[in-house]
């Protein structure tokens, strides 16, 4: 087995307790953010579409619902507040691509994947659109992503992209001295405030008309609309919009598995600090290996970095208690060193961790049930920032019943493979993460596995 250039460039431990010390585990987005109260529902409320979940996707579903019909009532049910899971806690990077990246994109719907990438860029737009015109404050910039190579393997994958650049060219955008290649893709991505993103979605939707109660999660779905424990909505048309937690549909229980991501926002910095790094062009910043690194300037002059450690824990729940391991937050803090060693002394004000909903082809997938009245978006797997809007229109595509470009896709009406039951899962799922590992650690080669899966069209992605 070879070594990364994180293990052979190594910080010593003493600068990684450093950085840590005086981190709190706390969700940087989230941390201080004025948020309205909300009602609890209580009662029955009769709707024309009850949304569950109030997260990026619920949101843009009840959103795009009013634009499209301002006449109809909407009412979205949220379990415990507003953007608090996935959509509060995110890195930020809201992207064109629907199907988790080109290669992705080509290998399962070669024959779409024109037009996915034009829709995907067409809604990017519209969320450029839509923040300008409800002067939304989310931080929103389309700065686009800067994908580096840092291992010799790597540069090679990047040799045939548009905006290739040699390593002082990449270490002139963004001063790292593990950068050996770059490319920069300059329209595909934004940077957002992510929880800012989802407080304006709603303030938005309840400016339209929308009604949202918090606290109130739904604990059942039948035929006459959901219930949860002090209420009920009464609705012709439900969307499921629930993420990583269980779906209120059976069918969709084995569709998706909860795998931590873990995260580490420095101090802001100073300005001789930022003099050595240069990133003037506040790219979003990606590395290419499978277990990869995300990272991005903050509006106030911060760096947020995760990603790596992508943790499936046994039994495929969510639970509080994950999200505060000392041992991801110790490698991601030493891989910063090692990306900026010119930054060690600098301290990681907060740590936090959240669920990505992991579905086995990488992005979402759609449909509905009880005889169309109910649709469903799930599976985003690190995506949704971007293509929850997508899968809100989708959503309400289905809903009508009408054919339209979205309901058109073949990728919008197959099915993922799903995930095998506890405790398969959690071997599987740990067996491929060995795999990723060893593939980073032999230039990039994957064993018989990950071919397979590959052959299968299952996999596994952070």
Same mark, same amino acid.
Request: glycine share 10%.
């Given at each position: ?15 990684? =307790?450093?950085?840590?010390?005086? /981190? ?104 450029? =659109? ?39 060219? @990449? ?6 001295? @593990? ?8 329209? =595909? ?23 949202? +109660?918090?606290? /109130? ?6 035929? $006459? ?11 012709? *048309? ?27 926002? #420095?101090?802001?910095? @100073?300005?001789? *600090? ?6 003037? %062009?506040? *790219? ?7 277990? +990869? ?11 947020? +970095? ?32 090692? @990306?900026?060693? *010119? ?5 990681? #004000? ?7 909903? /992991? ?21 985003? #797997? $690190?995506? %949704?920032?971007?293509? /929850?809007? +997508? ?72």
């Amino acid at each position: 087995m070879g070594t990364t250039v994180f293990e052979r460039h190594a910080p010593a431990a003493s600068a990684v =307790d450093h950085a840590l010390a005086g /981190s709190r585990h706390a969700v940087f987005w989230l941390d201080g953010l004025a948020r309205p109260e909300r009602p609890r529902l209580r009662g029955e409320v009769d709707a024309d579409l009850v949304v569950v979940g109030g997260g990026y996707t619920g949101l843009w579903t009840a959103l795009r619902a009013k634009e499209r019909d301002p006449g109809r009532r909407v009412v979205v049910l949220e379990a415990r507040t507003v953007g608090w899971a996935a959509s509060g806690r995110n890195g930020g990077f809201c992207e064109a691509s629907l199907t988790h990246g080109h290669e992705n994109g080509i290998r399962r719907w070669p024959e779409e994947l024109d037009e996915l990438e034009r829709l995907g860029r067409a809604n990017l737009d519209a969320i450029g =659109d839509t923040i300008a015109r409800y002067g939304m404050d989310a931080e929103f910039e389309r700065t686009g992503t800067l994908s580096v190579a840092v291992e010799p393997h790597q540069i090679a994958w990047l040799s045939d992209e548009e905006g290739f650049l040699d390593a002082d060219a @990449t270490r002139a955008l963004v001063n790292s001295p @593990t950068y050996l290649a770059g490319a920069w893709e300059r329209e =595909d991505t934004a940077l957002v405030h992510p929880a800012k993103l989802a407080a304006e979605l709603a303030r938005v939707a309840e400016e339209l008309g929308v009604e949202i +109660f918090e606290h /109130s999660r739904v604990a059942r779905l039948d035929e $006459g609309g959901v219930h949860t424990e002090h209420g009920a909505v009464r609705a012709a *048309q439900v969307a499921l919009a629930t993420n990583v937690f269980p779906s209120l549909l059976r069918r969709n229980r084995l569709m998706t598995v909860p795998v931590y991501d873990y995260v580490l926002m #420095t101090e802001p910095l @100073t300005a001789a *600090q930022h003099a050595e790094i240069g990133w003037e %062009g506040r *790219q979003g910043v990606a590395d290419l290996a499978n277990q +990869f690194h995300y990272y991005r300037p903050t509006a106030d002059g911060r760096i947020l +970095f995760g990603g790596y450690d992508a943790v499936y824990h046994p039994g495929g729940r969510v639970r509080a208690r994950y999200e505060d391991r000392p041992a991801s937050f110790r490698t991601l803090a030493a891989h910063f060193l090692t @990306t900026f060693p *010119q930054l060690e002394g600098i301290r990681f #004000t907060h740590r936090w961790a959240g669920a990505i909903d /992991s579905c086995s082809r990488f992005c979402a997938f759609f449909g509905t049930a009880r005889g169309g009245r109910v649709a469903y978006a799930a599976g985003f #797997t $690190g995506l %949704g920032v971007g293509a /929850s809007r +997508f899968g809100a229109d989708t959503m309400l595509d289905l809903l009508s019943g009408e054919r339209t470009e979205r309901t058109a896709l073949r990728m919008v009406h197959e099915r993922p493979v799903p995930f095998p039951p506890e405790p398969a899962a959690s071997v599987g799922v740990n067996l491929v993460r060995w795999s990723m590992d060893r593939a980073d650690h032999a230039e990039g080669r994957r064993n018989a596995l990950l071919r397979t899966l590959d052959a299968l069209g299952m996999g596994f992605d952070s």
